[in-house]
C-alpha cells in the first residue's frame, strides 16, 4: 500500500463484531481469561489493548519499521529509550534541542551518573572527535527545535555505526509523510504523537519504531514495567488524526513556505529560519532526505523583549501557545516557553535569543495569515 492508503487502513480494519468503519475505542483496563495462563489475546490494559495495538501498527507501518510502541507523552517515550541506558553512559545529542529533551537528559538523567555531549552536527564529523568508549547513543532532531538546523541523518548515522552505538531520530517535526529515518540508518524514531500526527490539538502522546526485534522486546519491557502508557480515547484520536495526515502535511507545508517568504523579506524581520529557503545552510541535505520542508518556521524580530512583547500581544489568529503541529497556526517564544528550562547562557550560545518566535504554521488562508503578521509586526 502507498502512504496515503495506509494512513486510513494500516491496522484498523472495519470493527469484525459490527461493521463499524471507525476502529473501535476498547476503554477497558483488563480481560477475560479462559482459563490459567491462558487469555484471549490480551491480558490487562497496561500491558496492551487493541486500540493501542492499532496505533502501533499503524505508525510502524508509515514509518517502514517492524515495530511500534505507543506512550503517554513524547517525554514518556523519550524516557523510556533512556532507561536503556546504565550509570556512567555516554550519549552524543545534537546541541539545538527539544527544549523538554533537555531537561529529561540535564536535571534527570545526568543525577542518575549519565554523561551528555550536545553537538553542532551539521559537520557529521564532530560526532568522531565526541566518541568515548562508554558512549552508547546518538540522539539527533532534523529539522532541530526551536533553528531548524537540518543534520544529514545518512551521514551521521554510518558515523555512529563506526563505533556501535544506536541512533535515535525524533521525527516529530517532519513526520513520516515527510521523512523516514529508519531508512536513512536510523535505529529507534521518536514521535510527540502530540503534534503533526493527531494533528488537532486534543491529545498528549508520543510514539517510538524500531526494526530489530531484540531492540523492541527491550523497549516493550520497559513499556509495560513503567507504565507511561496512552489511554484507548488518546490512541483512538491520533488514528483519527492520521488520516488526513498527507492532506494537513501537504497544506503546512505549502503555507510555511509562503510565509518564510514574506517574513525575510520584512524589515522588522532579522532573520529566517526555514529549510525550504534555498538561503537555508541545510537546504541541499533537506531537498535530499526529505519529501517537502515542514510547516515550521523560526524568526528573530529586530527589537528589544519589550517589542517582541508587543508583537505577541498584536496578533490575531495566530495563538500564542505552546506546542505545534494543529490544523491552527500556533506561536511560542522559545526563551520563556519551550526552552524556558535552558539555562539562559546556554541558550545565547545556541543562538536561542529573545527575539526568536516559532511558528507553527496552520492550515488557514495564507493571506489572512500574512495579514496577522503584518499587523503584529507594525507594532513593534
Known amino acids: 500500500m502507498r502512504f496515503n492508503t495506509k494512513v486510513i487502513h494500516e491496522g484498523q480494519p472495519n470493527d469484525p463484531l459490527t461493521g463499524a468503519v471507525s476502529f473501535p475505542i476498547y476503554q477497558t483496563s483488563t480481560y477475560e481469561q479462559i482459563e490459567l495462563g491462558i487469555s484471549k489475546g490480551f491480558t490487562y490494559g497496561r500491558t496492551e489493548n487493541p486500540t493501542r495495538s492499532a496505533l502501533e501498527k499503524a505508525l510502524s507501518s508509515l514509518e517502514e519499521g517492524n515495530f511500534g510502541l505507543c506512550f503517554s507523552s513524547g517525554l514518556a517515550a523519550a524516557n ?35 554523561d551528555f555531549t550536545f553537538l553542532d552536527l551539521s559537520n557529521p564529523e564532530n560526532i568522531r572527535k565526541a566518541v568515548k568508549k562508554e558512549t552508547r547513543l546518538l540522539w539527533l532532531e532534523s529539522p532541530t527545535n526551536p533553528l ?29 509523510y515527510l521523512q523516514k529515518p ?9 514521535h510527540s504523537t502530540t503534534k503533526y500526527l493527531n494533528g488537532h490539538a486534543d491529545v498528549i502522546g508520543g510514539a517510538l519504531v524500531v526494526n530489530s526485534e531484540k531492540l523492541y522486546q527491550e523497549l516493550k519491557f520497559f513499556q509495560n514495567a513503567v507504565g507511561g502508557v496512552p489511554s484507548p480515547m488518546d490512541c483512538f484520536l491520533v488514528l483519527r488524526g492520521l488520516k488526513t495526515l498527507p492532506i494537513r502535511m501537504d497544506r503546512h507545508c505549502e503555507n510555511a513556505l509562503k510565509l518564510a ?30 519529501k517537502n520542508f515542514g510547516g515550521m518556521i523560526s524568526f528573530e524580530l ?16 495566530i495563538t500564542l ?13 522559545p526563551a520563556t516557553m519551550t526552552h524556558a528550562s535552558v539555562d539562559p547562557e546556554v541558550r545565547r550560545q545556541r543562538g536561542i535569543t529573545d ?26
Do not use: W
Open 80 to 114: 523510556t529509550v533512556m532507561n536503556l541506558l546504565s550509570k556512567e553512559s555516554h550519549v552524543i545529542a545534537v546541541d539545538d534541542l527539544y527544549g523538554g529533551t533537555f531537561r529529561l537528559f540535564t536535571k534527570l538523567y545526568h543525577k542518575f551518573g549519565v
Open 148 to 176: 531548524l538546523k537540518i543534520v544529514d541523518i545518512e551521514k551521521c548515522a554510518k558515523m555512529a555505526k563506526e563505533y556501535g552505538l544506536l541512533v535515535l531520530v525524533d521525527n516529530t517535526f517532519a513526520t513520516p
Open 182 to 190: 529508519l531508512k536513512l540508518g536510523a535505529d529507534i524514531v521518536l
Open 261 to 290: 517568504e514574506f517574513l525575510k523579506s520584512h524589515r522588522k524581520v532579522k532573520k529566517v529560519y526555514y529549510p525550504g529557503l534555498v538561503e537555508h545552510e541545510g537546504h541541499e541535505i533537506a531537498k535530499r532526505q526529505m
Open 302 to 317: 529586530d527589537t528589544d523583549f519589550k517589542g517582541v512583547k508587543k508583537f505577541f500581544s498584536n496578533l490575531k489568529i
Open 321 to 333: 501557545a505552546e506546542s505545534l503541529g494543529a490544523v491552527k497556526s500556533l506561536i511560542c517564544h
Open 355 to 380: 527575539s526568536l518566535v516559532r511558528l507553527s504554521v496552520g492550515l488557514e488562508n495564507e493571506d489572512d495569515l500574512k495579514e496577522a503578521l503584518e499587523n503584529a509586526l507594525k507594532a513593534i
